[in-house]
Antibody
Framework: QVQLQESGPGLVKPSDTLSLTCAVSGYSISSSNWWGWIRQPPGKGLEWIGYIYYSGSTYYNPSLKSRVTMSVDTSKNQFSLKLSSVTAVDTAVYYC?????????????WGQGTLVTVSS | QSVLTQPPSVSGAPGQRVTISCTGSSSNIGAGYDVHWYQQLPGTAPKLLIYGNSNRPSGVPDRFSGSKSGTSASLAITGLQAEDEADYYCQSYDSSLIAFGGGTKLTV
């Protein structure tokens, strides 16, 4: 069974870089899937951040592209997100997910999510 | 402001049928891109409900069905149950962007 688990600091200072890791179990990250990050500000809807393939190919939300970096570590079966120059508007629950491309892109397995608060 | 528009809320009594709309445009749903639906129970992560407009993943009850026509898509839930009370999101593709609808809160 595919399982994903996010980890990282729950509190980040303004202007710093947010760093999160998603550990994947029950499935090889090197299989033919993309891997993604989606966030949800408190009380609001879902926002797509970006996708990464195990080879390192990336696909970012244009509105976040200048601040986002995603990477994959196949030896640890995990992938990561870095979001630079954060402000209060980046406060959200961040989800990692497995992405399948079949009839379009969709997330078929999700992590439980981790709340990241941006505050001094 | 999302490019996919959903009603903020819908409601129905147990046993009834409800539908949730997802209205797009010629640059997303109308361009032929598929629509996917997610269910988010309170305090939990979203769960894939429908993919490719009308396909249900294993384990999703057949009370849930999806359809697409023109620039819109719909999620229908029949035989409403109390456990269906949740937020529902549609998702599609638009101009190099994976787009989510704003979400619809279903009250049973």
């Amino acid at each position: 069974q595919v399982q994903l688990q996010e980890s990282g600091p729950g509190l980040v200072k303004p202007s710093d870089t947010l760093s999160l890791t998603c550990a994947v179990s029950g499935y090889s990250i090197s299989s033919s899937n993309w891997w993604g990050w989606i966030r949800q500000p408190p009380g609001k809807g879902l926002e797509w951040i970006g996708y990464i393939y195990y080879s390192g190919s990336t696909y970012y939300n244009p509105s976040l592209k200048s601040r986002v970096t995603m990477s994959v570590d196949t030896s640890k079966n995990q992938f990561s997100l870095k979001l630079s120059s954060v402000t209060a508007v980046d406060t959200a629950v961040y989800y990692c997910a497995r992405v399948t491309y079949s009839s379009g892109w969709y997330q078929d397995y999700w992590g439980q999510g981790t709340l990241v608060t941006v505050s001094s | 402001q999302s490019v996919l528009t959903q009603p903020p809320s819908v409601s129905g009594a147990p046993g009834q049928r409800v539908t949730i709309s997802c209205t797009g445009s010629s640059s997303n749903i109308g361009a032929g891109y598929d629509v996917h639906w997610y269910q988010q129970l309170p305090g939990t992560a979203p769960k894939l409900l429908i993919y490719g407009n009308s396909n249900r993943p294993s384990g999703v009850p057949d009370r849930f069905s999806g359809s697409k026509s023109g620039t819109s898509a719909s999620l229908a839930i029949t035989g409403l149950q109390a456990e269906d009370e949740a937020d529902y999101y549609c998702q599609s593709y638009d101009s190099s962007l994976i787009a989510f609808g704003g979400g619809t809160k279903l009250t049973v």
